[in-house]
């Protein structure tokens, strides 16, 4: 069974730090795409950052420069540092994992994020 648990959410100023990890069960994240995704009130989730199998990272445009995701493949956990945060990062943040040979995804129970102006 995978499952994904979230951890690392909070109140934070705003131009403050913010780490956030994803640990994975019954998965690997080094075989599969790995993404953080955020939901805020009345809004749809959208994507944050992405991390492929290879490495390879994407971000959208409103974190560029902000946000990193990066995979501890020892640890099998996922990470996302948020720097330099705003008020609009404000969300429930959720890990994502798209299982590769069946194309299935899994999400975590997501963790919020609340930014103070």
């Known amino acids: 069974q995978v499952q994904l648990v979230e951890s690392g959410g909070g109140l934070v100023q705003a131009g403050g730090s913010r780490r956030l990890s994803c640990a994975a069960s019954?998965?690997?994240?080094?075989?599969?795409?790995v993404g953080w995704y955020r939901q805020a009130p009345g809004n749809l989730r959208e994507l944050v950052a992405a991390?492929?199998?290879?490495?390879?990272?994407n971000y959208a445009d409103s974190v560029k420069g902000r946000f990193t995701i990066s995979r501890d493949n020892a640890k099998n956990t996922v990470y996302l540092q948020m720097n330099s945060l705003k008020p609009g990062d404000t969300a429930v943040y959720y890990c994502?994992?798209?299982?590769?040979?069946?194309?299935?995804?899994?999400w975590g129970q997501g963790t919020q994020v609340t930014v103070s102006s």
């Open positions: 994502h994992v798209r299982r590769t040979y069946d194309r299935k995804d899994y």
């Open positions: 019954g998965i690997i994240f080094s075989i599969n795409a």
């Open positions: 991390i492929s199998i290879g490495g390879v990272t």
